[in-house]
């Protein structure tokens, strides 16, 4: 159990700033494109020295952590180093460092600090796992490039180039030159291969990116989301009124985002909130939040592109989502070829925080 009432400020604000922007639509106005000249410097925000970025095209610092057997290899020499020393990690079978990276890709508000922390360990044990945030969550934005769902799914690709494409381990589409790319290195991936987790408006980038890049992901998961456009399910309109009220407190916050991601049973079995949502860290920026409902309500989806989609897929949300409807989770399995649907029984949108270990579990399972 969390420590006394302010121990939870941190989470409190997090929340306080997420729901403050759902429902809500507007400009954004931000002429701060600073850039730090030491990437390792923590950014507007933070509370952890030092963060590690990789940059994009346009300049701006996404922050990333990876975690695995692997975690500590940044470039080729070192991983084939580690590739000799770590006999009894990974898989079990010797072979862990030869299946593709894992990378997660966090939904609406979230950071890299709110996955939580039990699904990401037990996946970590035997697989290479990336965990990154998206453009602005660190508070730079660049007013010329508008986050968009599509644009999310850019970066996604460069953080995949980036942390993935050095992955003397990782497999390389057939034709991408995997034995020597167009810096020279062996080994390198121009365009690298890796299983990706999308969660809620992660999911959604997730399934741009698939159609953007579709030679670059083996399989693809899906947790709580829509494939946006008119053929995406809304959620009632109580719920998204109800979502926009402004709140007074931290703990009014709290209540609601509990009512909003959690069912009333798990709730009332555990009635202490400070349980509900253990693992956070870093805070989003609120004007990165809010060009994130605006990138996801705007969305015109790829129902028509589904189809296209020939990775092999899972799809699961839970039969009490009121955030994302399950239906929206049907949609997708039913027009992806290659999909399998699960439906978590007594489940709503946060079943990732509810049931960590059981949903790391079906992800091991689907990847085996």
Known sequence: MQAPFTRLLPVL??????????????????SDTTVPEDITTPLPGSNESPYTYIMTADGIPLRYAIHGPLHAAAHNDT?????????GQGNGQGDGQKQPPIVFVPGY????????????????????????????????????????????????????LELAGG??????????????????????????????????MGGMIALKYAVMYPDTVNRL?????????????????????????TLKTPEENLDRAGKVLLTESFRTAHPDPSTWFVDYGEVADPVAV?????????????????????????????????????ENS???????????LIIREGQAHGMIFVEPEEIAGIIEDFLG
């Open 290 to 326: 809010q060009e994130q409902f605006i990138a996801f309500r705007s969305w015109e989806g790829v129902y028509s592109d589904l189809p296209t989609i020939h990775s092999k897929t899972l799809v699961i949300t839970g039969d009490q989502d009121i955030v994302i409807p399950p």
């Open 167 to 200: 992955d003397a381990g990782n497999e390389c589409p057939a034709g991408d030159g995997g034995s020597g790319g167009s810096d020279g290195d062996e080994g390198y991936c121009t365009n690298p291969r890796v299983d990706i987790v999308g969660y809620s």
């Open 109 to 160: 508000g979230m950071t890299l600090d709110e996955w939580p922390g039990l699904m990401i360990s037990q996946l970590a044990e035997s697989r290479r796992v990336i965990l990154y945030n998206h453009r602005g969550v660190s508070g730079i934005q660049n007013p010329d490039v508008t986050f968009t769902i599509r644009q999310g799914a850019i970066d996604l690709h460069e953080v995949i």
């Open 330 to 340: 049907v949609i997708i399995a039913d027009q992806i070829p290659d999909a399998t």
């Open 13 to 30: 604000l997090f929340i306080s700033l997420t729901i403050a922007f759902i429902g809500t639509a507007g400009c954004v106005d931000s």
């Open 79 to 87: 991983l084939n180093a580690t590739r000799n020393t770590t006999s």
């Open 221 to 245: 998961i899906l947790l709580n989301t829509d494939c946006g456009g008119s053929e995406r399910v809304q959620p009632d309109e109580w719920v998204m009124d109800w979502m926009n009220q």
